[in-house]
Every structure is written in structure tokens, then in C-alpha cells.
């Protein structure tokens, strides 16, 4: 058996240390107002990258000494990877995306719903296809009478 | 007793048919996302904030606190049939109560399950009822330099103490706190961390985020190791305890309660601990004669102790979010952005510009208890039924909700492409144990202590010794650094010996 890996935790480690850079140089692009202030609208925002420098600089350096997620039990005993479901989980929000502007909520959100049940290994596409319509068309009931939300009316709602 | 001339009061509006159609509708929600795993309360009220815009605020806070405390009975029952918890406070209950379904005693586990969250749920109100107003005589006393330190302190509690790693933790925290930092500065009127995005300057909205870690990052999460398992729903049987079951859950009911509603009220927050804590205590207890029914046949003790556990946990962190306008957990976090909806400031003034409210609430929680133990017991058939939709439906059901809950903010794309990005930072957080709850606390709390600092430095014109020369403010201080070094000083301790 090989060693577990702590590459994946070391990209975790830069990853924090990048978000740390992006909050400070954001916060130096603050413009500082002429308007007198004990406190500028800089100080937190600097304190917070800071933080994430610094934060990121000690998960790096955790990984460079074998890193924690190898021995995590969920990790450890996970299935392996399913890079189908991930697909088309990732291709129904795509979808999604892709839709919802054009054709409207409920027909974006059912071929999303089919898509996503798909990722899920269900094997019957009508039977996700007649749920979904159902459930988006509730949501939508639901949301748009119920709290009032305008989900913005598509193809299939300006005919209902 | 004033407060509890005020209780009455409450429970007069409490109890008008619009109140109490709220709890009712709370409750329901409540029990069946607590019942489905995979959906929590955190999610349901950011989906359901929408309706601030709709209804009085009594009437919205009473639906969400119904959720809030729903969620904790219909945890126990996944937890129990399907040995999958609904939700956090009730991993511990799987442990014996999925032992006691496999050996036909389903039936008492809920029961005492149920039972014991109802005299919790009691217990703990009971606490907010008399608690409460200490809480804010002293609270009131507090300036902005305490506060600041106060949040501080939550910060290093939600993130540092809690949970498997400290950096880990706080980090997830610095993530929200960045969160929170997007969008117009209130003081100046500085654009900050916007990238020049005009859909940004509004900040990041709560609901997004709180969908986004939840919903999307969990499904995506599930995903990635799916494998088909056929889950087994285990049957309920007879509801009935006997004798000699009243008799051994009685005291882990008191004792659980005892336990969970401290930690509640701590700025701790979470109900993982203190349910952990019971089921030691419960196993350290139990008699001779049942000893060997842990961890073998289960042990009704071990779901007893927890289940009201988790429930005095829950009322207790009402606690900090109604006196001090601190949330401990991720669902107080989002119920204290609902209040801001409304325009109204939580902290010690709650109690006295909105009395109403929070006398009619704390009513409220009490008849939720009441409607929860009857939509319970009599109910667990239906709360099963719900257990066994396919996972796929289920799955396909949150992710459309969630987009339904995003998009409708403001129908922009801007907004969903948000919501998928952060889902994946949120599937990456689960993959390396980053916890989600300090993201969503940083981000709603992170604003209010860097307002309360502004403050606190405005009247000591600029002098940052403020913080440390005010006693009360140094005290809350010196207990954050303790809280932050001591759990490891203490490790590395009994590491050595």
C-alpha cells in the first residue's frame, strides 16, 4: 500500500492563501473616503485577509507535514469517486443556468430535476419527468402566491 | 412575577387562530425536514424568509421557531428507523436507537424520544421564560466595547472549540467574515469586495449562502460518492412505553435536559456536545442489570438522555439570539437575519420595545412543544411514509427549492451562478472537514461586530486600549483566549502524562 497523498490538502492550504491575497488586495482598493472616520472602511477588511494569509499559511504548512483528510474516517471509507453523478448533477445546474432565462422556471428546474435524479441512478426518466413538472410547478405556486416571490413567468407559466 | 404576567400576555395573542395556525404550520414543516436527511432547519427557514415580506413579524418568528423546534423531534425518527440521522443533534440517538429498531423495539425508542423532547422542550422555555429577562438586565449594562468583545468570543466558540480542528474551524469563520464584508459600507458608503460586480454592492445575500452550503454543496457532496444502497426503514411496531420504560427514561429525560440547555445557552452553541455528553453520562449511569443493553440490544436510556438533550440545547440558544442578538448555530444565525428584515435590532431592547413579540413567541414555543408531541406520537406513521421517497427525488426536490429559493431574490443569473459557485467551495468544505456553520454565523455577525467596534472606537476617539481597559471587556476577552489556547493547552497535557 501506498502512502495516502496530502497533495489534495496542500491545494487546500494555497487555495486559503489566495483567498487571504484576494481579501487584501481588495481591501487596498478600497477607496478611503474623505468623510472623517476613527475607524476607515479598510481596517476590518485588512484584518480579515491578514487572518486568511495566515490561516492559509498554517493549513500549508499541516499538509507539508502529511496533512489531516487522509485520516478522516469519511475519507478513508469513502466509495470511490462517482464521476458520473458528479457529471450530470454538474450538467443539470448547467442546464439550469442555460434555461431559466429563456424558457422560464418550471421547464429549466424540470429538465434540471431529471438531470439531478438521473446523477442519483434513477433508471425512470418519465417518472422523474411527471414528478418534476409537478414539484416545480408547486414550488412555484408555492413561492409565488404563498411568500409573494415573482419567479419571473416563462413559456409554460404564461400559459397556465 | 412580572415575567410571568408577561406569559400571559403572551399566550392571550399566542393563542388567536392566525398564532396559532403559524405554530401549526412550523410545526409540520419542522418535523418533516427534520425528519428527511439531507434537509436541516437552517435551510428551510432561509428558504421561507422570503415571507418577512408578507407577514407580521410575530407571525413569521412563530413559524420559524415551530420549524426550529420541529426539527428536533423529526430528527429522532430517521435517526431511529433508517440508523441515518435527520440531522446533527441526533447522531448520538442512532447509536442505540437504530439498535433498539433492529430488535423490534422501535416503537418505545420514538415514544421515549418524543416524550423526552417534550418535557425538555418544556424545560428548556422554561428557562428562556425566566432566564431571558437576566440576561438582558445585564446585557443592558453592556456597550459597544463589550459587545465587540462578547462577539469575539462567539466567533472563537462557534469556530475554535467546537468541532475537529481549530484552523479548520476558523477559517470556515474568516471565509464568512470576507462574506460579510461584501458590499456598500455603511459608515462611509465605500463599495468594499465587490469586484466592480453592480449585483454585488447590495452584498451577498443570506439565503444564497445558506442554500448554497446546505443544499447544493451537500447534494453535489452526495454525489460525488454515490453509490445505490437500498436503505432499510425499520418498522415502528407498538408506540407503547411500559412501566418499567417510564421508569428508566424519567431521569435521563431530567438529566439530558439539565445538559442541553446550558450548552444552548453558552455561546457554544450546537447540540452535537451536550448530546454526546448525555449518552456518556446515561451509559455511566444506567443500572447493572441494563448495562449490557448498550451497544448490543440498545438501551433506552441511551435515547432517552440525548433526544432531550438536543432538544434543552435548542431552547437554550434562543437564549443569546433573543437577549443579545448573538446566534450560536447556523439556523439562529439566519433567524437573526429575519430580524433584520423586519427593521428590528435583537439584543437586551428586544425584550422591551417589542415585547409583544417576544412574549407572544415564548408563548408560541410553549404550544409548539404541546402540538409537536401530538403531531408526534400519534403522527410517526406518516413522518415514516415521508422516509421512504427515493433518493433521487428527494435529491432532484432540494436542488430545485434551492434554486427556486435563490433566483427569486432578485431573478439574476448573477445571483445562481453564485449560488453553484459557493455550492462548490461548499462540496470541497465537506470533502476536507471545514465546518459550514461558522461561514453562515462569520458572515451574519461578522457586520455587527465590526459596527460594534467602529462604535467602541468612536467614543474612545480612536483609542484601541478601550477594549481592554473596561473590566467587563477584558473579561469577555481573556475568556476568548482561553478558549482558543486552553482546549489545547489541556491536550497536549494529558498528551504528555
Aim: include cysteine; aromatic fraction near 8%; glycine fraction near 12%.
Amino acid at each position: 500500500m501506498r502512502a495516502p497523498s496530502s497533495a489534495p490538502d496542500l491545494a487546500v492550504g494555497i487555495f486559503v492563501l489566495l483567498l487571504g491575497a484576494l481579501g487584501i488586495w481588495q481591501a487596498a482598493a478600497i477607496p478611503v473616503s474623505p468623510i472623517y472616520a476613527q475607524v476607515g472602511p479598510t481596517v476590518v477588511p485588512y484584518a480579515v485577509g491578514a487572518g486568511l494569509l495566515l490561516l492559509g499559511l498554517l493549513l500549508t504548512g499541516s499538509a507539508l507535514r502529511g496533512g489531516w483528510s487522509h485520516d478522516l474516517p469519511e475519507v478513508a471509507e469513502a466509495a470511490p469517486a462517482n464521476w458520473r453523478a458528479l457529471a450530470l448533477l454538474g450538467a443539470g445546474l448547467l442546464v439550469n443556468l442555460a434555461l431559466i432565462d429563456w424558457l422560464g422556471f418550471v421547464i429549466a428546474a424540470t429538465a434540471q430535476f431529471v438531470l439531478i435524479a438521473a446523477a442519483f441512478s434513477s433508471k425512470r426518466p418519465l417518472r422523474d419527468l411527471v414528478v418534476g413538472v409537478l414539484v416545480t410547478l408547486a414550488a412555484y405556486e408555492f413561492f409565488g402566491r404563498v411568500l409573494g416571490v415573482n419567479i419571473g413567468a416563462g413559456v409554460l407559466e404564461g400559459i397556465l | 412575577m412580572d415575567a410571568l404576567g408577561n406569559l400571559g400576555q403572551g399566550f392571550a395573542s399566542a393563542l388567536s387562530l392566525a398564532n396559532l395556525g403559524w405554530a401549526l404550520l412550523g410545526c409540520f414543516l419542522g418535523t418533516a425536514v427534520g425528519v428527511l436527511p439531507g434537509i436541516g432547519p437552517a435551510l428551510t427557514i432561509a428558504l421561507l424568509l422570503p415571507i418577512t415580506f408578507q407577514v407580521s413579524a410575530t407571525g413569521a418568528f412563530i413559524l420559524f421557531c415551530g420549524v426550529f423546534y420541529g426539527a428536533m423531534y423529526g430528527g429522532s425518527t430517521t435517526s431511529i428507523l433508517l440508523n441515518t440521522p435527520g440531522e446533527s443533534g441526533s447522531i448520538i440517538t442512532a447509536l442505540e436507537g437504530a439498535k433498539m429498531a433492529q430488535n423490534g423495539r422501535a416503537g418505545p425508542a420514538l415514544a421515549t424520544a418524543a416524550v423526552g423532547s417534550f418535557v425538555a422542550g418544556m424545560v428548556g422555555t422554561l428557562g428562556i421564560t425566566f432566564l431571558g429577562p437576566v440576561v438582558v438586565e445585564l446585557a443592558l449594562k453592556l456597550g459597544p466595547a463589550e459587545y465587540c468583545s462578547l462577539m469575539v468570543l462567539c466567533f472563537v466558540t462557534v469556530s475554535a472549540v467546537l468541532g475537529a480542528s481549530a484552523l479548520r474551524g476558523l477559517t470556515s469563520l474568516f471565509f464568512g467574515l470576507m462574506l460579510g464584508l461584501v458590499g456598500i459600507d455603511l459608515q462611509t458608503g465605500q463599495p468594499r469586495l465587490t469586484f466592480g460586480i453592480p449585483e454585488l454592492l447590495d452584498g451577498v445575500n443570506v439565503v444564497l449562502v445558506a442554500v448554497a452550503l446546505f443544499a447544493v454543496g451537500e447534494t453535489l457532496f452526495l454525489a460525488w460518492r454515490w453509490h445505490e444502497a437500498k436503505a432499510e426503514v425499520r418498522p415502528i411496531g407498538r408506540l407503547m412505553l411500559s412501566r418499567e420504560d417510564w421508569k428508566r427514561s424519567f431521569a435521563p429525560w431530567l438529566r439530558g435536559a439539565a445538559l442541553g440547555f446550558p450548552f444552548g445557552v453558552m455561546p457554544a452553541g450546537g447540540t452535537e456536545m451536550p448530546t454526546m455528553l448525555s449518552y456518556y453520562t446515561e451509559r455511566k449511569l444506567v443500572k447493572p442489570e441494563h448495562r449490557h443493553e448498550f451497544g448490543t440490544t440498545g438501551a433506552i436510556e441511551g435515547v432517552a438522555g440525548p433526544e432531550a438533550a438536543n432538544n434543552a440545547a435548542a431552547a437554550g440558544i434562543l437564549v443569546p439570539m433573543l437577549t443579545l442578538g448573538l446566534p450560536t448555530s447556523a439556523t439562529a444565525a439566519i433567524m437573526l437575519s429575519a430580524f433584520q428584515s423586519y427593521g428590528i435590532q435583537p439584543g437586551p431592547l428586544l425584550f422591551t420595545q417589542q415585547a409583544d413579540l417576544v412574549w407572544t413567541l415564548i408563548a408560541s414555543l410553549f404550544i409548539a412543544n404541546v402540538m409537536l408531541v401530538l403531531l408526534n406520537l400519534p403522527l410517526v406513521g406518516l413522518w415514516a411514509r415521508i422516509l421512504t421517497i427515493p433518493p433521487p427525488l428527494l435529491y432532484a426536490g432540494i436542488l430545485v427549492f434551492a434554486t427556486i429559493g435563490t433566483y427569486g431574490i432578485s431573478n439574476s443569473l448573477t445571483d445562481l451562478v453564485l449560488l453553484y459557485g459557493l455550492g462548490v467551495v461548499a462540496m470541497f468544505m465537506r470533502r476536507f472537514d471545514f465546518p459550514t456553520a461558522p461561514v453562515v454565523i462569520g458572515m451574519i455577525l461578522g457586520p455587527m461586530a465590526e459596527q460594534a467596534m467602529r462604535q467602541a472606537l468612536t467614543i474612545s476617539q480612536g483609542d484601541w486600549s478601550t477594549f481592554v481597559t473596561r473590566p467587563v471587556s477584558l473579561a469577555i476577552l481573556v475568556l476568548a483566549a482561553l478558549a482558543l489556547v486552553g482546549p489545547r493547552l489541556f491536550a497536549k497535557r494529558s498528551g504528555a502524562a
